[in-house]
């Protein structure tokens, strides 16, 4: 398994201060690995690499997802690491559902005003691309004393009266698409 993330077996007696960070994160991989999974959870599994030891591990896992028929859960904050790697993608907020759609129409049609917000944050490689950045107003709520009705009332720019009332449904608007807001009842 250690060959199969990229490492050799003669790498298996160093401690760990001998590996780099990258190498690393492909033992944790490697460990997970050998359990034979269907299912791997990936937390923030490369935000803490560098650019380019970052695409490295990302095209392994996209390799070994393949060669295993794995399953990801990919959590992660880093939406353009998100866009390239997932089939589908979900939106949390005060670790609450927000949107769920497959990842073409979540990036081209996003719906909800907290995934506007984050696409618009995105930085653009193109010069001559005009993008108008959503800045999202106040902090985080306390998720132990979320705010009365939609948990992103607070921040969002579409809020009206009935978003303090009444917590939105997590509903179905069109094929493999789910959004939890009032503007589209
Ligand atoms: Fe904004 Fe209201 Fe929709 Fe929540 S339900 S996202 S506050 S418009």
Redesign the pocket.
């Known amino acids: 398994m250690i060959e199969k993330v990229g490492l050799s077996k003669d790498q298996l007696d160093r401690y760990p201060h001998e590996f780099s960070g990258g190498q690393r994160q492909r033992i944790s991989i490697a460990r997970a690995l050998v359990l034979n999974p269907k299912l791997i959870i990936l937390d923030e599994a490369v935000s803490a690499l560098d650019v380019s030891i970052q695409s490295q591990i990302l095209n392994l896992l996209i390799k070994l997802q393949k060669e295993f028929n794995l399953t990801y859960i990919f959590i992660s904050h880093d939406l353009n690491v998100v866009k390239h790697l997932s089939d589908r993608v979900g939106v949390m907020y005060l670790g609450q559902m927000?949107e769920l759609a497959s990842t073409d129409k979540l990036y081209e049609n996003p719906l909800?005003?907290?995934t506007k917000a984050l696409l618009s944050a995105i930085p653009s490689i193109d010069p001559k691309e005009k993008k108008e950045r959503v800045i999202l107003q106040g902090d985080v709520p306390d998720p132990s004393d979320p705010p009365s009705?939609?948990?992103?009332?607070l921040r969002?720019?579409?809020?009206?009266e009935?978003?303090a009332e009444e917590k939105?449904e997590f509903k179905q608007i069109e094929e493999d698409h789910w959004v939890?807001?009032?503007?589209y009842d």
């Open positions: 927000m909800h005003p907290y009705g939609c948990p992103f009332r969002c720019p579409m809020a009206h009935r978003c939105p939890a807001c009032h503007l």
